[in-house]
């Protein structure tokens, strides 16, 4: 049998709250989905979920794609 470690972790009491209410209406308890999520990490060796940035333009890349445009139909600027 393998050894069990504690785990402490630091997170915002609002989410605490409102994770225990959405694991107890799904009948687990802390310990149980995080060990849930770190097999699943093991598992399929990456986070089991997309994580992502949203993408943000800068004005060259904007203007750039609206001179294009306006180049393509013609009109003058």
């Known amino acids: 049998m393998s ?3 504690r785990l ?3 997170l ?3 989410l605490k709250k409102d994770t225990a209410e959405t694991l107890e209406a799904l009948g687990l308890d802390f310990t149980t989905a995080i060990n849930i999520y770190f097999k ?3 598992s399929k ?3 089991p979920f997309e994580i992502s940035a949203p993408k943000y333009f800068s004005a060259e890349e904007v203007m750039g794609h609206w001179n294009i445009h306006t180049e393509n ?3 003058k600027t």
Do not use: A, L, P, R
């Open 3 to 5: 050894t069990k470690e």
């Open 40 to 42: 699943q990490i093991v």
């Open 8 to 10: 402490n972790v630091n």
């Open 73 to 75: 139909s013609g009109s």
């Open 45 to 47: 060796q990456k986070i």
């Open 12 to 14: 915002d009491s609002e």
